[in-house]
C-alpha cells in the first residue's frame, strides 16, 4: 500500500489473475489505498479481458508479459521462447495495452535464451537484474559470499573476519541500509533482499548503490 513504513515505500504485483472475478475487487482495493502494482499477464487470459485491461490502465498500474500460455521457458527451444513471447504482445497490443517493459518467468523458469531475447525486445527480468546489483558488493572485505535466492531474491552474506571481530555485522547492515531507504532482513550471517516486483530499473540501481556503501562501512 503507497505508505511510508520507515523510508520504504510499499506495493504489490499481482501475476496472471486478470480473468478472474476477483481482479475488479483487487482493483478497488488498490485504488482505495493508493497502491501502485504490475499485473503480469498471460497472453491466452486477454481475450474477453479488454475491459479489465482498461481499467488497470487507467488506475495507473504497470502491465508486464507472462507468456502466452504460462509455460516454465526453460524447457522450451529458442523458437517456441519466441512463440511465448511475441503472441502475448500481440495481443496486448491488439486491444490497446500499453508497453511492456517487464518480463515474469512462469515457474521462475529461464535461461540465457530467455534473457537474449529479452534484451533484444527491450524488456526486463526481474530475477537476473538484481543479482547483478548484488554482486556490485562482490570484492569488498566485508563481502563473503552472494547468492541468488528462488525467484526476485538475493542474500548477501558477510565475510568470516567482519563477522568474528563484530557478530552483530548482519542487523547492523540492515540498519545502514535502512538508514539509505532500503529495507532488508538479516538473515543469519548476512543479509536477504527481496524486493517487490514493481522495481524499475533505477530502483534496482539504487538497491545496489546503498548495497555497496553500507557494506563498505562495516569494514
Request: a negative charge; proline letters at 6%; glycine letters at 10%.
Amino acid at each position: 500500500m503507497q505508505q511510508r513504513i520507515g523510508l520504504a515505500v510499499v506495493s504489490v504485483a499481482v501475476v496472471a489473475v486478470i480473468a478472474v472475478p476477483q481482479t475488479s475487487a483487487i482493483l478497488r482495493i488498490l485504488r482505495r489505498t493508493k497502491t501502485p502494482a504490475t499485473f503480469f499477464v498471460v497472453g491466452s487470459m486477454i481475450p474477453g479481458s479488454e475491459g479489465t485491461i482498461r481499467k488497470i490502465v487507467r488506475q495507473g498500474h504497470v502491465i508486464g508479459n507472462h507468456t502466452q500460455d504460462h509455460s516454465p521457458m526453460g524447457d522450451l527451444g529458442v523458437a517456441e521462447q519466441i512463440t511465448q513471447l511475441s503472441e502475448q504482445t500481440a495481443l496486448m497490443e491488439g486491444v490497446g495495452g500499453p508497453e511492456q517493459r517487464l518480463f515474469r518467468p512462469p515457474y521462475r523458469s529461464f535461461d540465457v535464451s530467455t534473457i537474449e531475447m529479452l534484451a533484444e525486445r527491450d524488456l526486463l527480468i526481474l530475477e537476473a537484474p538484481l543479482l547483478e546489483q548484488m554482486n556490485r558488493a562482490a570484492g569488498l572485505e566485508a563481502t563473503g559470499e552472494i547468492r541468488g535466492g528462488t525467484g526476485f531474491m538475493a542474500a548477501l552474506e558477510i565475510s568470516a573476519g567482519v563477522l568474528e571481530k563484530d557478530p552483530g555485522a548482519p542487523v547492523k547492515l540492515a540498519m545502514l541500509m535502512r538508514e539509505r531507504g532500503v529495507l532488508v532482513r538479516p538473515l543469519g550471517r548476512g543479509v536477504a533482499v527481496s524486493p517487490p516486483l514493481t522495481m524499475q530499473p533505477e530502483q534496482l540501481e539504487t538497491i545496489g548503490d546503498t548495497l555497496v556503501e553500507s557494506v563498505g562501512l562495516l569494514a
